[in-house]
């Protein structure tokens, strides 16, 4: 047979050549290509994930503005609501100036953005309301009716928000009809904001809020009632606070280009007094700002024309920008821009310095390998390929090769030791692989997963993750007393089918169920809050189902219970070396348990803290309703508690939804400790929802305060005594 002209070439190139010769250098060749390749790999995965982290920074930091701006401008329709409220039912007296100062104290005192707090009458202009006092911060009142020929006069108020000494008059009349925060609202006829204006008694940027009042009727215009927010420097704080890299800028604009607030610390006002206006973002001393604002509206053709969150690049100076812009509407009227900008830049320097420290790495890593292999090719010989071979070969599970080693030397021994050694481990794993698949019904893969093991053998006693995460407890309602006509055996077998339904919703949802608690079990989702919502969800729904086959069967169905609380946490192994179980350890793993134990007083299914809601990455996705503040049984600290009602039937579901409104404002009226009022609403609520516990059990407690007088210092939280 003829030799292929590339054999006889490599064999004539390679004949006389040492071993560690041929065998080095096509691995140094390899190595070199190997790194090359990794090295271009590494820098353009970096790249990607840059856009990828940098898309995300921007959407996150987009909707913390967006969130923290809902939060600024939500109480000011809150307020202008209970005082309507107030207006309507004769507790604010607008046209005499008689009362009312008190209720309008205690609002502004709660809320410290809030800069005015005011009803104006339609009857002639009447004015009535609580200011803050833009030098001392101080609380006054201020109103204009016929007795001061409308020229309004202003008086101190003491710590109850009672007025004490008049202090000072206006200069000229007057008329609440006239301004425009009433016009807005009538012309309207729904709550609005205004534009945004430099308040004249401030000189500081406003925006109002206004409501019109009508009588019980609904039909008769009795006045408007407006609320005034200084843009807070708080807020603009929020922004220059934000992580946004090294060098971006966050920054909210109107529909006009007028900056609203920014991360910057330019001032956002041109001029002084009655010249001042607002800085247009085109006209910033920030280049981020100013390029930003020039590019959208290059993009778009004006600002008017950004209708959804858009994530979008430009560059600057010949630098590459990240860019998302977000519209901000609140259904009053405010339409806001809200724009993140981070250069890339910021993330692409860290990037650049591992680069060329992997480069470094490598050329150490080609040397030593050079190395290396001059010396470990002097010892490669046949018989250790042939026992390297084989013994990759039991590595992969082949328990029936044999070493054929026909020498009696140390690599002869060698040979018939693997081959003793492998019958020894085939035994050995068949042994282990019973016993695992024994110890995986005890201790569930997504344990291991949780505690990063990849064997029960890997298991010690202490091992453990300690982290923030959500806890959740769940209970059968009324167990003891259901089982009480069944047999040992039936009620084992009623807990086995009911656990055995419901569980998945756990696991579905990334969470562990770290033990069962007889009727009960406790889990904990290390991921995030909106896991453990969402398993509660479906554990209702799992139920729903299952109780359908228990009143088919003849039997009656079942309610749970469940809370939850997020918190630090400590989740790992407990006990002694010969007995060792999964547990939780945390201050937090009771007061979820009180929670849960809440859920019967309440007469609701899934109870959450405000530590889930605000650790919710999507709160518009759950339907919520807050319940109360209340302190548990063995702490001396009140927690917000709120009510997930999406997984109740979908009548109960519409009824809690439509009686929402109503259900907050009893809720207000209690805290603010008007038992009259409150029992109003929830009369409201009951007429249209006569089964909802918790508005009958606020119905009771209001009656109890109504009987016993309002306790001093009321705050509206209820302690409770029992679990």
Not at 139 to 159: E, K
Not at 449 to 471: N, P, Q, W
Not at 513 to 542: C, E, H, N, Q, W
Not at 652 to 664: A, G, H, P
């Amino acid at each position: 047979m003829t030799t292929p002209p590339v054999k006889r070439l490599l064999r004539q190139s390679t004949k006389d050549q040492p071993l560690r010769i041929i065998f080095t250098v096509p691995v140094l060749l390899q190595l070199i290509g190997s790194v090359g390749l990794v090295g271009y790999l590494s820098f353009h995965n970096g790249q990607k994930a840059v856009q990828n982290l940098a898309s995300q920074l921007r959407s996150e930091l987009s909707a913390r503005i967006k969130r923290e701006l809902e939060g600024y401008f939500s109480a000011p329709h809150a307020i202008n609501r209970l005082n309507a409220s107030a207006y309507t039912y004769r507790e604010l007296d607008v046209v005499g100036a008689t009362k009312g100062e008190n209720a309008m104290f205690q609002q502004m005192k709660i809320y410290p953005t809030i800069a005015f707090v005011y009803c104006g009458s339609a009857q002639n202009g009447e004015f009535f309301g609580v200011l803050r006092d833009p030098k001392t911060g101080e609380l006054q009142l201020s109103y204009g009716n016929r007795s001061n020929q409308f020229i309004r006069d202003y008086y101190s108020l003491n710590a109850r928000g009672s007025r004490m000494h008049w202090l000072y008059k206006a200069q000229k009349p007057y008329d609440a009809r006239t301004r425009p925060w009433f016009t807005a609202a009538l012309s309207t006829e729904r709550a609005i904001w205004t534009d945004v204006y430099i308040a004249f008694t401030t000189g500081l940027p406003n925006v109002t809020a206004s409501l019109p009042v009508y009588d019980r009727t609904g039909r008769e215009l009795l006045g408007v009632c407006g609320t005034d927010v200084v843009l807070p420097e708080e807020f603009r704080l929020f922004l220059s606070n934000l992580e946004i890299g090294k060098s971006g800028e966050a920054f909210v604009l109107d529909r006009q280009g007028h900056l609203i607030s920014s991360s910057t610390s330019e001032p956002l006002m041109i001029g002084e007094k009655e010249d001042a206006k607002f800085l247009k973002a085109v006209d910033s001393s920030n280049p981020l700002v100013k390029n930003s604002a020039r590019y959208l509206l290059e993009q778009f053709n004006g600002f008017d024309s950004i209708g959804q969150a858009q994530q979008l690049e430009f560059k600057l100076n010949g630098k590459k920008q990240y860019l998302e812009v977000l519209p901000f509407k609140d259904g009053f009227g405010l339409d806001w821009l809200i724009v993140v900008v981070v250069p890339e830049s910021d993330f692409m320097a860290e990037i650049d310095v591992n680069t060329r420290t992997t480069f470094a790495l490598c050329l150490v890593t080609l040397a030593i390998a050079l190395l290396t292999g001059v010396a470990l090719t002097r010892w490669v010989t046949s018989p250790i390929l042939r026992l390297n071979a084989a013994v990759k070969d039991i590595a992969t599970g082949n328990w029936e090769r044999k070493v054929d080693l026909d020498r009696t030397d140390e690599l002869g021994q060698l040979a018939e030791s693997i081959n003793l050694m492998t019958q020894q481990l085939k035994t050995s794993f068949n042994t282990l692989e019973v016993q695992r698949n024994s110890f995986s019904r005890f201790f569930p893969s997504e344990y291991l997963r949780f505690l990063a093991k990849d064997a029960v053998t890997d298991v010690e006693l202490g091992d453990h993750v300690s982290k923030e995460m959500a806890i959740m407890f769940s209970d059968i309602r009324s167990f003891t007393t259901f089982s009480e006509k069944m047999s040992p055996q039936a009620t084992f077998n009623f807990i086995n089918a009911y656990l055995q339904r419901v569980s998945p919703a756990i696991r579905d949802h990334n969470g562990v169920i770290v033990k069962f608690l007889g009727d009960g079990m406790m889990a904990v989702f290390p991921d995030a809050a909106d896991d453990a919502v969402s398993a509660g969800i479906t554990k209702l729904r799992y139920l729903e189902a299952f109780n359908q086959e228990l009143e088919a069967n003849g039997s009656r169905p079942i309610a749970i219970g469940m809370g939850i609380h997020m918190g630090h946490v400590m989740v790992g192994i407990v006990g002694e070396h010969n007995r060792m179980q999964a547990d939780t350890l945390s201050d937090i793993v009771n007061l979820t348990s009180r929670l849960e134990g809440l859920t019967k007083f309440y007469g609701v299914s899934l109870i959450i803290s405000e530590n889930v809601l605000k650790a919710l990455k999507h709160p518009e996705n759950y339907r919520t309703r807050f319940l109360d503040r209340a302190i548990v049984m063995g702490r001396t600290e009140a927690i917000a508690i709120y009510e997930v009602f999406d997984a109740e039937p979908e009548p109960i579901r519409q009824l809690k939804e439509k009686t929402l409104s109503d259900f907050e404002n009893a809720l207000e009226y209690y805290r603010l400790g008007h038992p009259t009022a409150a029992r109003e609403w929830l009369e409201k609520v009951l007429f249209v929802n006569p089964h909802d516990r918790t508005a009958i059990l606020y119905l009771e407690r209001v009656a109890l305060l109504q009987e016993r007088g309002i306790p001093k210092n009321w705050d509206g939280v209820w302690a409770f005594t029992q679990k």
